[in-house]
């Protein structure tokens, strides 16, 4: 079974480019979640999906951040204007039913160094 | 306050020894709590989760729970040096948000 994919896998930008993230889930999976995790902090939900619905997004600096999951199936989270406390690993997760969303396959996420 | 708080470490314990890695809530709706391991440069792994009060334990995995005192613990057994990562607490709260902890560095010295 193929796991979550993701690219690109490192991203390199000036402060007030935009970037794009993509993320493909495991087949199957209804459930699809973007995290932030900079380094030595945990990872921050900053937004879960439900098929191509949004379940929650509190988290998700509007301002900037924005995501879409077309179909139900492949997302993308995109960043405009990025800032200098942007860069961070960008983490994707999608979970199967059950377990209340909390067995949750990662990809290797995208690592994002704004300059 | 944080939804969820571990001891960032690090904890260090020798190899054969039992790793205790403690983690607290703040939402008391939260019914369901998950360890996941991450080794540097990887990804989240999930090894455990618990739903109940009381012990559960998976090979040399044993989570702890206690929903009156909000907290949750993971004690690995026989720990070699190979369970060498940082350990996070993730825990869904009352309106099924999912919060992660900032995790534990365990490190295993042979």
């Known amino acids: 079974e193929a796991g979550v994919a993701q690219s690109p896998r490192y991203k390199i930008i000036e402060k007030r480019q935009s970037v794009a993230f993509w993320c493909n889930p495991i087949s199957g999976h209804a459930t699809l979640y973007w995290y932030q995790q900079i380094l030595g902090q945990g990872p921050k939900l900053l937004i879960q999906f439900q098929n191509n619905g949004v379940v929650d997004d509190s988290q998700l600096p509007k301002d900037r951040f924005s995501a879409e999951r077309l179909k139900g199936v492949d997302s993308t989270l995109k960043i405009q204007p990025a800032k200098l406390e942007d860069s961070a690993v960008y983490l994707c997760a999608s979970s199967p039913p059950g377990l209340a969303g909390g067995e949750q396959y990662f990809g290797p996420g995208t690592r994002l160094t704004v300059t | 306050q944080k939804e969820v708080e571990q001891n960032s470490g690090p904890l260090s314990v020798p190899e054969g020894a039992i790793a205790s890695l403690n983690c607290t809530y703040s939402d008391r709706g939260s019914q369901s709590f998950f360890w996941y391991r991450q080794y540097s440069g990887k990804s989240p792994e999930l090894i455990m989760f618990i739903y109940s009060n009381g012990d559960k334990e998976d090979g040399r995995f044993t989570a702890q729970l206690n929903k009156a005192s909000q907290y949750v613990s993971l004690l690995i057994r026989d720990s070699q040096p190979s369970d060498s990562a940082t350990y996070l607490c993730?825990?869904?709260?009352?309106?099924?948000?999912?919060?992660f902890g900032t995790g534990t560095s365990l490190t295993v010295i042979p």
């Open positions: 993730a825990v869904t709260g009352g309106g099924n948000q999912f919060y």
